[in-house]
């Protein structure tokens, strides 16, 4: 069975410039989350969708965007790129009431 | 404001000895606590959860313990073994009754076991 799948795996972005990253969650899975990942800290939450609704956002400033899609399928938006923005951007779904089971991320590095 | 602590940043376990991994949390509001284990170039897996109604749960070789009282949470792994070398990280959730969408985790624990 096919896993959370993110893309793409690896991106290099200058300063200024927009960003998107794709997830395909688990077949089955309603559910969407994103996470951000500094070196050396825990994922932070940034949003979470259910049936194509925001449930959820974390700390993050408005240059951060996602949606989802009738499939499932999330995008993460990301305006007006900062040094700081560089992370790795990890995907989750999950079933109402479960566990969060997690893609394998998207390393992105702003110059 | 870390609500989740992971105070010790790496633990060295030798091979088939016991490996206890501690987690503190400051929000009394969280009602389900999980492991996840991950590995350089990969997504975290999940490893094992408690609900703050129980305070053990065991699976394999992997127990995790939930102190509510102290707000204190570790995860025991017997024998230790090296393909276990990993970050660990302990999250929380405030509401295990709708989703888990939102998790708040730990800095993690860089567990290496050794031959």
């Known amino acids: 069975d096919a896993g959370v799948t993110q893309s793409p795996t690896h991106l290099i972005k200058t300063r200024g410039q927009q960003v998107t990253l794709r997830c395909s969650p688990i077949?089955?899975?309603?559910?969407v989350s994103w996470y951000q990942q500094v070196l050396g800290q825990g994922p932070q939450f940034i949003f979470q969708?259910?049936?194509?609704?925001?449930?959820g956002r974390g700390n993050f400033p408005d240059r951060f965007s996602a949606r989802q899609f009738p499939n499932y399928s999330s995008e993460l938006n990301v305006n007006a790129l900062l040094l700081g923005d560089s992370a790795l951007y990890l995907c989750?779904?999950?079933?109402?009431?479960?566990?969060?089971?997690f893609g394998q991320g998207t390393r992105l590095t702003v110059v | 404001d870390q609500q989740v602590k992971q105070n010790s940043p790496s633990l060295s376990v030798q091979e088939g000895r016991i490996s206890i991994l501690n987690c503190d949390y400051t929000?009394?509001?969280?009602?389900?606590f999980l492991w996840y284990k991950k590995y350089p170039a990969e997504g975290p897996t999940f490893l094992i959860s408690?609900?703050?109604?129980?305070d053990k749960n065991e699976d394999g070789r992997f127990t995790v313990f939930l102190n509510k009282s102290a707000k204190h949470l570790s995860l025991h792994i017997v024998p230790s073994q090296p393909g276990d070398s990993a970050v660990y990280f302990c999250?929380?959730?405030?509401?295990?009754?709708?989703?888990?969408?939102?998790?708040?985790f730990g800095r993690g624990t860089q567990l290496t076991v050794w031959p």
């Open positions: 989750a779904s999950s079933p109402l009431g479960a566990e969060a089971f």
């Open positions: 408690i609900s703050s109604i129980k």
């Open positions: 929000n009394s509001m969280f009602d389900y």
């Open positions: 969708y259910y049936e194509k609704e925001e449930r």
């Open positions: 999250a929380a959730s405030p509401d295990r009754g709708s989703t888990l969408g939102r998790l708040y």
């Open positions: 077949s089955g899975h309603k559910s």
